[in-house]
C-alpha cells in the first residue's frame, strides 16, 4: 500500500516493446516442476510456526479488523458501483488523489489473508479451520455471475477503465488461493469457477485489441499490481497444459511494459542497467515473478536481458538479511542496514519471486537467496513470543517507535512498530506474514526428469509419485539451526534419483552413501529397498562478510548474526481479542557497536551463540560481545562500522 501522491518518476513517454516480445510463444522448458500445493507439509519448527500464525494473527485476522473482512463483502453483495466514491480503511495518511487505491484495498487484505490461511490450515490439517474455509470456498464461488465473472465490480464498470482499478489484482489475489485449494483437495468444481473466471478476463480483454494497463494517471497501485495476474495463468497453465495461459502471460507483460506508468519492470526501464530502482518495493520485487515468466514463456534474449539486468538492481536494493529495502519507496537508492527499511510484503514478494527463478532454472543459488530471506529478513521481522510483525524493519534495528530508528520526523510513519493487523498503515503486511511460510514449504521439493529434488532445506515431509510409484520422504532435521539431515525414503522398488541442493557456504558434506555432485547439489543414485535413510552432515562456519556500506557482518550457514540490544517494551494499543497488542521497542544501551574483530568463537555450549570483540560506544573499550541468528531478535545490530 502507499501514497502514490508522492510518486518518483517523471511521467515517461509512450514507449515501443521490443518485437521480439510479440513472437508466438515458444517456452523454455521449466528446470523442476513444482508439486501441487499440500504434497509438502511443513515437521519440527516449521509446522510450529504455521500452526503459530494459525492460533494468532493468520487464523484471526477476520476478528481483528472485521470491518475490512466480515462487513465488505468486496467481491459479493458490495462490489463496486459507480455510485461508491470513497472507502474508511483506517489509514492514517494525507488526504488526496491516492486514496482511489482504498476502493480496491479491502480485496488486497482479504484475499492475499486467505490465501495464507488456507494454506496453512491446508498444510497442518487442522480441521476447525478447514471447516470455516471450505464454507468460505464455496460462498466465494457462490458469488460468480452466469458469464463467470468473480471479481470486485459491478456489470457497468468490469473491464472498462482507463486509470487506476483493482480488477486484476482482485482477481489475482483472490484466484492464488483457491488454485491452493484447488491442489490440495482435488476438488474440481473450485478449479471449474476459476478457469471459468479467467477466461472471462482473457475474452473481456482480448489480446488483439485491448489495453487492461492503459492509464491516464501513470500512478497507480492497484492497476500495476495486476500485473499479477501472470502468477495465476502460469499456476492454470501448470495445471492444464493450455498455452492460451502463458500467451496471455506475455501479453500482459507487454501491455504492462508499453504503458505509461511509473513502474520499474518496464521492459525499457530494465534495459537500461544505469537506471536504478525506484519504485513502490513491493511492485518491483513481485514483477520480477512476470518477467521471469515472460522470459520463460518467450524465449526472447530481450527479456533474458532485461532480466539478467533486473536480478543486479535487486541485488544493490537487498540488506546482508535478504530484505528488499523500500519503505515504501525504493527511491533510487541502494540497501543500507541502518538507514533503510524493508517491508514484510517485500520480503514475501522477493521471496516467492526467487523461488520460481529457483524451479524455472534449477540454478542452485536462487535457493540461497530464499533461505536468506526466509530464516533472516522474514524471521527478523517476527516477534519472537506474540503473534505480531513489523511492518517496517531494518537489519541494524535500534528502536522500534514508529520511525525508522527512533526518527520522528514524519508524524505518519507508523510502520517500525509490531502489531498483529497495522491498521493505522494498511492490512498489507500482516496478510502477506501468513503466506510467508507456506510459500517456503510448497518449494521446499521439486521434480525433475530423474526423480525428486530437495530444494530447500529444513523439516519437511513430501508424498508424491515417479513415473506412477508411490514415494515418500520425511527430511528430519532442525536446519537452519542445526546442520545434520536425515531423509527417510520409502519408495520400495522405485528407481528415481534423489538431489539434494548444497547450500553455497557449504563445504565438504559427509554422507552415509555414494554421491555425487553436479551444479550446485547432491546426487543419489539407487535403486530403492524399503525404507531407507539418508544422512547428510552441513558443516557451517562463521565467515566475516561486508556490506554495500563497507560495514562487517557475520554469516553462520544461512544464518546472519546479530548482538541483541537490550530493549524496554510499551504496549500503545490492545485489541478486542486478548493476547493481541501493539508494541513499541526503546533501547536502553548505547549503539553502534564498532570495530568487529574477525575473530569469532562458537558456537557455544551447543547453542547458536557465539563470542566475538568490538568497541563498546559507551565506554570506549573493546570487549567481549554476544551474537545470536537475527531470526528472533528484537532490537538489534547486524553490521559494525569499522571506525
Ligand atoms: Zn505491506
Not at 5 to 12: F, N, V
Not at 124 to 142: E, G, K, P
Not at 282 to 304: I, K, M, N
Amino acid at each position: 500500500m502507499n501514497a502514490l501522491k508522492r510518486c518518483l518518476l517523471s511521467a515517461t513517454s509512450f514507449l515501443l516493446v521490443a518485437s521480439a516480445t510479440a513472437q508466438k510463444a515458444r517456452p523454455i522448458p521449466e528446470k523442476l516442476h513444482p508439486l501441487p500445493f499440500g504434497s509438502v507439509r511443513p515437521q519440527g519448527w516449521l509446522r510450529q510456526q504455521v500452526e503459530d500464525n494459525l492460533a494468532g494473527f493468520t487464523g484471526h485476522l477476520d476478528s481483528l479488523v472485521p470491518k475490512l473482512i466480515l462487513q465488505d463483502d468486496i467481491y459479493g453483495t458490495d462490489r463496486l458501483t459507480p455510485k461508491v466514491k470513497s472507502k474508511d480503511v483506517g489509514a492514517e495518511g494525507a488526504p488526496g488523489e491516492w486514496q482511489v487505491q482504498f476502493l480496491w484495498w479491502n480485496s488486497e487484505t482479504q484475499s492475499n489473508w486467505r490465501d495464507g490461511y488456507i494454506r496453512s490450515a491446508l498444510l497442518v490439517q487442522d480441521t476447525l479451520h478447514l471447516a470455516r474455509l471450505r464454507r468460505y470456498v464455496y460462498r466465494i464461488l457462490a458469488t460468480q455471475d452466469s458469464d463467470g465473472y468473480i471479481g470486485i465490480y459491478a456489470p457497468s464498470l468490469r473491464y472498462r477503465f482507463d486509470n487506476e482499478n483493482g480488477e486484476l489484482w482482485a482477481q489475482a489475489t483472490l484466484f492464488r488461493g483457491l488454485l491452493a485449494w484447488y491442489e490440495a483437495t482435488g476438488e474440481e468444481r473450485v478449479r471449474t469457477a476459476v478457469e471459468r473466471a479467467v477466461q472471462l478476463t482473457m475474452r473481456s480483454w482480448p489480446i488483439a485489441t485491448a489495453h487492461p494497463f492503459k492509464t491516464v494517471n501513470p500512478n497507480v497501485g492497484g492497476l500495476s499490481h495486476g500485473l499479477m495476474f501472470t502468477d495465476v495463468l502460469e499456476n492454470l497453465y501448470r495445471i492444464s497444459g493450455n498455452k492460451t495461459y502463458l500467451e496471455y502471460l506475455l501479453f500482459c507483460y507487454r501491455d504492462f511494459s508499453a504503458a505509461v506508468i511509473n513502474e520499474d519492470a518496464q521492459l525499457r526501464k530494465l534495459l537500461d542497467a544505469t537506471l536504478p530502482l525506484k519504485g513502490h518495493g513491493v511492485h518491483t520485487y513481485e514483477h520480477l515473478r512476470s518477467v521471469a515468466a515472460a522470459y520463460q514463456v518467450s524465449g526472447d534474449t530481450v527479456l533474458q536481458r532485461a532480466l539478467a539486468n533486473y536480478l543486479r538492481k535487486i541485488a544493490v536494493a537487498t540488506a546482508p538479511s535478504g530484505g528488499p529495502v523500500g519503505d515504501e519507496w525504493i527511491g533510487g537508492r541502494g540497501a543500507d542496514a541502518t538507514r533503510r527499511g524493508y517491508e514484510y510484503c517485500s520480503i514475501q514478494e522477493l521471496q516467492h519471486s526467487y523461488s520460481e527463478l529457483l524451479f524455472k532454472t534449477g540454478t542452485a543459488q536462487w535457493g540461497d537467496q530464499v533461505e536468506r530471506i526466509f530464516f533472516n529478513a522474514a524471521q527478523g521481522a517476527r516477534h519472537p513470543h506474540e503473534s505480531s510483525i513489523a511492518y517496517l524493519k531494518s537489519d541494524n534495528s535500534y528502536q522500534m517507535t514508529g520511525g525508522l530508528n527512533g526518527d520522528t520526523s514524519d508524524k505518519q510513519q507508523v510502520r517500525y512498530k509490531y502489531s498483529p493487523v497495522h491498521q493505522d498503515a494498511a492490512v498489507c503486511c500482516v496478510p502477506n506474514a501468513g503466506r510467508v511460510a507456506p510459500y517456503y514449504v510448497q518449494y521446499m521439493w521439486g521434480q525433475d526428469a530423474e526423480g525428486l529434488v530437495a530444494t530447500l532445506l529444513g523439516p519437511s515431509e513430501v508424498r508424491t509419485r515417479f513415473k506412477g510409484r508411490p514415494i515418500r520422504i520425511t527430511e528430519e532435521t532442525g536446519y537452519p539451526y542445526n546442520y545434520g539431515i536425515a531423509f527417510n525414503v520409502e519408495g520400495a522398488g522405485a528407481s528415481f534419483v534423489l538431489k539434494i541442493r548444497k547450500p553455497a557456504w557449504s563445504g565438504s558434506v559427509r554422507m552415509n552413501v555414494p554421491f555425487e555432485e553436479k551444479d550446485g547439489y547432491l546426487v543419489v543414485r539407487r535403486k530403492w529397498r524399503g525404507r531407507e535413510r539418508i544422512e547428510l552432515q552441513l558443516q557451517p562456519a562463521v565467515t566475516p562478510a561486508s556490506d554495500a556500506q563497507g560495514e562487517r557482518f557475520f554469516t553462520y550457514g544461512p544464518l546472519v548474526l546479530a548482538r541483541e540490544i537490550a530493549a524496554v517494551p510499551k504496549a500503545v494499543k490492545a485489541y478486542f481479542l486478548p493476547g493481541f497488542r501493539d508494541l513499541h521497542y526503546e533501547r536502553a544501551q548505547e549503539v553502534p557497536f564498532r570495530n568487529a574483530d574477525t575473530t569469532v568463537t562458537g558456537p557455544l555450549t551447543g547453542r547458536l551463540l557465539f563470542e566475538a570483540k568490538a568497541i563498546n560506544p559507551a565506554t570506549g573499550q573493546m570487549q567481549t560481545i554476544h551474537l545470536v541468528p537475527m531470526g528472533g531478535t528484537i532490537l538489534r545490530q547486524v553490521t559494525f562500522p569499522l571506525k
